[in-house]
């Protein structure tokens, strides 16, 4: 037994007690109101759904399983994914066991070769990349022991597959940047290398421990943002028919490739560029650029990067990615931009007066570390998302399947349904 599915194996009994437990005492006690702009609204704010492995607090940020981000900055990738399914974080004994399972599941069937080899020239990288996962079901544990299984053994087979994933992605997603965008053979995997080194090491990203370390900050401030987020809630939905991890992570993948989740922080570095190139080509000065925001706001259009649905502070990911910048690359002009926008557009927005929330989250910063150490394909930026995002899922799907969660299944509701209980409303009133 490896050690992670020993460490899983002592926890979960008394998990599955305690939420048994929870329901038994707490079962009718009510946690949040719907109303009809949340019922149209996407449901944003409902209380609905249960995730263990992160939170996200309007004044904190993500809160990986009771740590905020900037505190475990330090850790590896794969430490983050033991912290997600665990709450713990490894020993150093624990992390080399986790990596050694990660190497041991890097080496990709070569079918998966055959067929992103066999699509168009020009698809695109997230096709690739969710097409590479889902013909990869056939490998599935989960789906081919589902018959011979008990209830309580899911989260055994979840986690065989949730490994085989995660091992193997960085060497996909790398194959697939330099197929797609020609940038020469695949690049085998360093034996000598971390998950996330190893992912830089295949794009054939310079090899330093810089551009490393990059990766690392990355992949693991990505990783997980609690569960109703459309990447992981879908996994979660998908997942609770219980479809293998294979479907689910390419579900939510899917979900990922929208404009509205994974691809902001291409948009964002887009509007960087051209936002640099419109005034002058250099770094413009504090008054140049405070005048662009007004002129941008007072044209009918937001500013790409600023505001969030749930935060009203800085986010802290964009706060370690601006760190990260001024330690490694303060001279780069494009993050110098990016450095004097979040000296420039919190006020610009106050004043304004529209923007619920002024502070910038991730995706303003995220593309310019990409972007300094040479991946200005914008186009491959949420692939990188996705293989952070994916370790977030797979522990999710995991936990679920330990604690047996029921299939998702929330009750609609219709337009007339609405109307005719706002008019009982005002009738009693």
Known sequence: MSIIKDKLSSQIPALREEIKALLSQHGEMKISDVTVSQAYGGMRGIKGMICDTSVVEPDKGVIFRGHPLLEVTHLLPEEIF??????????????????????????VPQYVWDVLDAMPA????????????????????????????????????????????LGKLPNIAAAIYRKRFNKGPRIEPNPELDWAANYAYMLGLPQSEDAYQMMRLYLMSHSDHEGGNASANTCHVVGSALSDPYYSVCSGLNALAGPLHGLANQECLGFVLELKESLGGGVPTKEELTKACWDRLNGGHVIPGYGHAVLRVPDPRF???????????????????????????????????????????????????????????????????????????????????????????????????????????????
């Open 319 to 429: 706060v370690a990615f601006l760190e990260f910048g001024k330690q490694h690359f303060p001279e780069d002009e494009v993050f110098q931009l990016v450095n004097m926008l979040y000296e420039v557009v919190p006020g610009v927005l106050q004043e304004h007066g529209k923007a619920k929330n002024p502070w910038p989250n991730v995706d303003a910063s995220s593309g310019t570390l990409l972007y300094h150490y040479g991946i200005k394909e914008f186009e491959y930026y949420t692939v990188v998302f996705s293989v952070s995002r994916a370790m977030g899922m797979l522990a999710q799907y995991v936990i679920n399947r330990a604690m047996g969660s029921p299939i998702t299944r929330p009750k609609s509701v219709s337009t007339e349904w609405i109307k005719s209980q706002v008019a009982a409303s005002s009738a009693t009133n």
């Open 122 to 165: 020009d698809s695109h990288p997230m096709t690739m990349l969710n097409t590479a996962v889902l013909i990869m079901q056939r490998e599935s544990v989960f789906a081919s022991r589902y018959h011979d299984m008990n209830k309580q053994e899911y989260w055994e087979a979840a986690l065989e597959d949730s490994m085989s994933i």
């Open 82 to 107: 033991w912290l997600l399914l665990t709450g713990d974080i490894p020993s150093e004994a624990e992390r080399k066991s986790l990596r050694a399972e990660f190497a041991d599941h890097n080496q």
